[in-house]
């Protein structure tokens, strides 16, 4: 198709023209360097830190606060467990039993999205949080913004749409 099209593509370099020619076209960053930002937990969008398409966003940069029930839920679950593990006298017939428990409410926090470094600020805290930050795993410039604070987001929902612009093609 593309031989019949009488189709090529050729790296654009900067030359002084001999002659103007008018192409309709438009430019547009490399499909294969998109990537999405999705919720790993349903809940409601407490906070929106990015908030205009165009910007650019580095990697682990919190992006927004996500409220859930959920992680509440699940951090409860670590503060009793560990709670349970201190007040156990080393060599107790139930601390392997509390310590087993701890290891499986760190687990479910991990499998919910929680970085280790916030993970070891949960099991410091004194009371269990009502929210979870969401990161972007990658760096780009915000293409298209799903969500507003408010909202409601499932699991699996797409948050953010973002691409490396570096370099962009020029489509004519």
Avoid: C
Wanted: proline share 3%.
């Amino acid at each position: 198709a593309a031989a019949l099209a009488r189709l090529r593509t050729q790296e654009v370099r900067r030359e002084h023209a001999e002659s103007q020619l008018d192409l309709l076209g438009r430019v547009t960053g490399d499909e294969r360097a998109e990537r999405s930002v999705t919720s790993w937990i349903a809940g409601r969008i407490d906070h929106l830190r990015v908030q205009e398409t165009g910007s650019q966003v580095r990697a682990g940069q919190v992006i927004a606060a996500l409220v859930s029930p959920e992680i509440n839920a699940a951090h409860k679950d670590l503060l009793v467990a560990k709670e349970q593990v201190q007040r156990l006298a080393p060599g107790a017939s139930l601390l392997s039993a509390a310590q087993a428990s701890l290891q499986a409410a760190r687990k479910r926090l991990r499998l919910l999205g929680v970085p280790e470094r916030e993970l070891k600020a949960m099991e410091t805290a004194s009371q269990a949080s009502e929210s979870v930050k969401i990161r972007s795993p990658f760096a780009g410039t915000v293409l298209n913004r799903n969500i507003d604070a408010g909202a409601y987001v499932t699991k699996g929902q797409e948050l953010f749409r973002l691409a490396k612009l570096d370099p962009v093609w020029a489509l004519l």
